[in-house]
């Protein structure tokens, strides 16, 4: 089955500095790479999701990149504020159809430093 | 009606009651989802109902027993639960097989 590894597991960042949070996964059939943010207590939110057809996807400070070649993603986050605090975990998932499974990495703690 | 709702928030059972965990979308979904939880790990996929129909049962114990009576909602059975089932419960529903979204989550504590 698919394996995603995620790095790394906690990360402290100056506010307005960037932070990449990197991925990678053993299953070259993934085609689909969403990041969840979750904050204490709350619900996993997508903030960003990628197809394999693409390499990059921007979302205002938010980017994600793919390299299929080399089975890993980033998740980029640009000028840092304080709510950007959180657990960011990525995931991957498989083609077939029916196949409804998301492998979760196993989460980044991210705190942003004012 | 962008959500997906859970109730209730919070439970406190004995590991010789019987409870139930409840979970509602409006969005037209076609799959529905059990996720669990622990402390500071990954959501872990439990069950996966599409077009109504359990599709994924990720080798859970019979004490969990899942329900979906219909479209929009989706229940989760619990009985004889051990206090390592402890954890939060999170719903989620998508439409396509890919963005899956989640609901606030049911924080379950087993004594």
């Known amino acids: 089955g698919e394996n995603v590894e995620q790095h790394p597991s906690t990360l402290s960042v100056q506010e307005g500095d960037s932070a990449v949070i990197k991925c990678t996964y053993s299953d070259s059939a993934s085609n689909y790479f969403p990041w969840y943010k979750q904050e204490l207590g709350k619900r996993p939110q997508l903030i960003i999701d990628?197809?394999?057809?693409?390499g990059e996807k921007k979302d205002q400070r938010i980017a994600v990149t793919l390299n299929k070649t080399a089975k890993h993603f980033s998740l980029h986050i640009t000028e840092t504020q304080p709510e950007d605090s959180a657990v960011y975990f990525c995931a991957a998932k498989g083609p077939n159809f029916g196949n409804e499974k998301l492998t979760f990495g196993t989460g980044t703690r991210l705190t942003i430093i004012p | 009606d962008t959500e997906v709702t859970q109730t209730p928030k919070h439970l406190v059972m004995g590991m010789t009651n019987k409870k139930s965990l409840k979970c509602e979308q409006h969005m037209g979904h076609r799959a529905m989802y059990w996720y669990k939880q622990k402390a500071k790990k990954p959501p872990e996929l439990m069950f996966v109902?599409?077009?109504?129909?359990?599709?994924i049962n990720e080798s859970v114990p019979s004490r969990f027993s899942p329900e979906c009576p219909n479209s929009s909602l989706l229940n989760l059975h619990l009985h004889a639960l051990q206090p390592e089932d402890s954890a939060l419960y999170l719903c989620a529903s998508s439409q396509s097989q890919d963005v899956k979204y989640f609901g606030p989550g049911t924080r379950l504590l087993v004594l």
């Open positions: 990628i197809r394999s057809n693409v």
């Open positions: 109902y599409s077009y109504e129909k359990l599709s």
